[in-house]
């Protein structure tokens, strides 16, 4: 079975630039979670997908952020423009269901960085 | 915000020794869970404890869970090089995030042949 696919696995940006994360989770799986991890830290959440509907996007910067799951599939994540600040990894994660004993499965990211 | 905190934040050891690794968190859960992380690679999902267990094993893995101290602990016995990663602990959050999960700053753990 494959795993959660995610591509770019780098991106190499200037700031001021547009840029697009794309995750394809495992089959059959309803929860799509957008992580990012800066360096030297644990993974922080971005936005939560229940289906195609985003149910938690409260630590989405949403001046320059945007996300869609419009199939209730593949997601993407945007960032416009970019900010040096934004250079992390960018997980994509998903899980059967949003349950408080969920596994959820990472994806090996996409490592962004912004000169 | 990250709710959980490893210590120690680096650890070398040698393979057949046991590496101990902890983790702090501030408010109640449901669940902890660890997750191991190699070098330029996602997460992988390591073990689950329960708020009403206090000890899990699964294989060369053994968790404990402290609820009223709020702290648990991952220990690795008989490490091989495979092992070197960084391990992070992580808590549900609460219902309305969606049980997001809120993780620590990670133990990088090196383990030399």
């Known amino acids: 079975e494959a795993g959660v696919v995610q591509s770019p696995r780098y991106k190499i940006i200037e700031k001021k630039q547009p840029v697009a994360f794309w995750c394809n989770p495992i089959?059959?799986?309803?929860?799509l979670y957008w992580y990012r991890q800066n360096l030297g830290q644990g993974p922080e959440l971005l936005i939560r997908?229940?289906?195609?509907?985003?149910?938690?996007d409260s630590q989405l910067p949403k001046d320059r952020f945007s996300a869609e799951r419009l199939k209730g599939v593949d997601s993407t994540l945007k960032i416009q423009p970019a900010e040096l600040g934004d250079s992390a990894v960018y997980l994509c994660?998903?899980?059967?269901?949003?349950?408080?004993?969920?596994?959820?499965?990472f994806g090996p990211g996409t490592r962004l960085t912004v000169l | 915000s990250q709710q959980g905190e490893e210590d120690p934040q680096a650890l070398s050891i040698q393979e057949g020794e046991n590496a101990t690794m902890n983790c702090s968190y501030k408010?109640?859960?449901?669940?902890l869970q660890w997750y191991r992380q190699n070098s330029g690679r996602g997460l992988v999902h390591l073990i689950l404890?329960?708020?009403?267990?206090r000890e899990k094993h699964s294989g060369r893995l053994r968790v404990t869970l402290d609820t009223s101290k709020k702290s648990s602990s991952l220990l690795i016995t008989a490490s091989r090089a495979a092992d070197t990663a960084s391990y992070f602990c992580?808590?549900?959050?609460?219902?309305?995030?969606?049980?997001?999960?809120?993780f620590g700053k990670g133990t990088s753990l090196l383990v030399t042949p």
């Open positions: 994660a998903s899980s059967l269901q949003g349950s408080s004993y969920n596994e959820q499965f």
């Open positions: 089959s059959g799986h309803n929860t």
């Open positions: 997908y229940e289906n195609e509907e985003a149910v938690d």
């Open positions: 408010t109640s859960i449901n669940n």
């Open positions: 404890i329960r708020s009403n267990e």
């Open positions: 992580a808590t549900d959050g609460e219902i309305s995030s969606g049980y997001a999960l809120n």
